[in-house]
């Protein structure tokens, strides 16, 4: 590869990965703020528990949109474009969330605070849908054959960093300021530094190309002629089935390690709110890391030889830091970098998905399945996990070592690249 073109590829990669972790704070940084949120845009006169539950609601909703968002962007990004999609998503996203900084609350207009702040949340999940997919299809298509996963790697840890930038903001807001001075409107603050980050991100991508892949497609007129969405169905059975499994590790991984663990440690072994906190900021950097590495590491030695060490390592950090919670709480933080590496374990579904349909309905296949496995799973997980803890503090981990199977039975099962994309990347490499 000529240097100017690894340059540009570079180039390609850092801004969209850039732009994934803008999108991705955007997104998560609501759940950071629930309870505030709950307190502000619902009636005080219901009780804390029912403002919560229907404050979460409203998180769930941005998932639940994700399945038709994602299928609707996807389309257009086969048919038109990856670029045209990858900026959209960044603009939806974006403007809800400069807006839910300045909505107003329950106490001035009603009833209408929360029915504004669930359309913000519908938009957002909308964006969310294409966000990723796009991401991973971009970045793959760019890179060409034999550094999908490093590309894939350096997307999925763009998306991991949105999340340790909420969590951090987060951090420093409660740290910073009284419980009274946050709902007074410093809660605003992150919304509105989202907006202007998800803006800037818009403005960065217009530097973006479209991929090689799409365009030699394009000139081959090789377009897919039928709905993209009825050809995945009709021709791409087991590619969706192999994705969807995949996907359930991925969700599974994140939700219990990243987003669930820092609250049942702190509820089951009495671990300080503010450690698990800086403890769960050392687990998100971890992620970031492993998943780039573990993404080069697939490009190497194959997907299928990565994924058994891979998930060893998620089972085994994961039992460790729960362990370690029980017996020695000084080691959480560090037992929590290794779980985060763990979970970097992730990073082998989207470098499945894109291997997993070929190049005319890529975007399609990679959404619909990452998007449905997502709605599920994200709507069961937090509440089989959250039931079955009361029974057994160590559930989270046992239901991890589940899904691990799962994991490995994907990537054995997982659908070689289609002829016709190697055609193409090899066409375009020569």
Request: net charge positive; aromatic share 10%.
């Amino acid at each position: 590869m000529s240097q100017p073109r690894a340059a540009s590829q570079i180039r390609m990669l850092t801004l969209a990965s850039l732009g994934g972790a803008l999108e991705f704070y955007d997104f998560v940084i609501f759940v950071f703020l629930t309870s505030v949120i709950s307190k502000l845009f619902f009636a005080s006169t219901l009780p804390e528990w029912v403002r919560q539950t229907e404050t979460f609601g409203l998180f769930a909703a941005g998932y639940l949109v994700r399945p038709l968002g994602g299928i609707i962007m996807a389309h257009f990004g086969d048919t038109r474009g990856r670029k045209r999609m990858f900026t959209l998503s960044v603009l939806l996203m974006a403007i809800p969330t400069l807006l839910i900084g300045v909505l107003p609350t329950y106490q001035r207009i009603g009833i209408a605070a929360p029915l504004l702040l669930l359309l913000m949340r519908v938009v957002q999940g909308t964006a969310l849908g294409g966000e990723a997919p796009g991401g991973w299809v971009f970045g793959a298509e760019h890179a060409g054959a034999g550094r999908t996963g490093l590309a894939v790697g350096m997307l999925t840890s763009g998306l991991s960093m949105g999340i340790l930038l909420g969590s951090l903001v987060a951090v420093i807001i409660n740290v910073a300021f009284t419980p009274a001075q946050i709902a007074a409107g410093m809660w605003r603050v992150p919304f509105l530094i989202g907006g202007v980050f998800g803006l800037t991100a818009m403005y960065l991508r217009q530097w973006l190309e479209e991929t090689p892949i799409f365009q030699e497609i394009r000139k081959r007129a090789a377009l897919s002629r039928e709905l993209p969405l009825r050809a995945v169905l009709q021709r791409h059975t087991k590619s969706i089935l192999v994705a969807m499994m995949s996907t359930v590790s991925l969700m599974a991984t994140i939700v219990v390690v990243i987003l669930m663990t820092p609250s049942l440690l702190h509820q089951f072994f009495a671990i300080p709110i503010r450690s698990m906190q800086i403890a769960n900021l050392a687990g998100s950097l971890g992620l970031c890391v492993s998943t780039v590495a573990l993404g080069a590491a697939s490009d190497r030695f194959g997907l299928r030889r990565v994924a058994i060490p891979a998930f060893i390592l998620l089972v085994a950090s994961t039992y460790a830091l729960y362990l370690g919670a029980e017996h020695a709480p000084s080691w959480v933080l560090p037992l929590y970098l290794i779980a985060g590496l763990g979970a970097g374990s992730s990073v082998l579904t989207p470098i499945l998905m894109v291997h997993a349909f070929p190049p005319e309905v890529r975007f399609t296949g990679v959404s619909f399945s990452y998007n449905v496995g997502c709605a599920i799973v994200g709507g069961v997980t937090p509440i089989l996990v959250s039931y079955l803890s009361h029974l057994n503090r160590f559930s989270p981990a046992h239901y991890l070592a589940l899904i691990a199977i799962l994991g490995i039975t994907a990537a054995a099962m997982n659908p070689s690249s289609y002829r016709q994309s190697e055609s193409v990347a090899k066409d375009l490499a020569a």
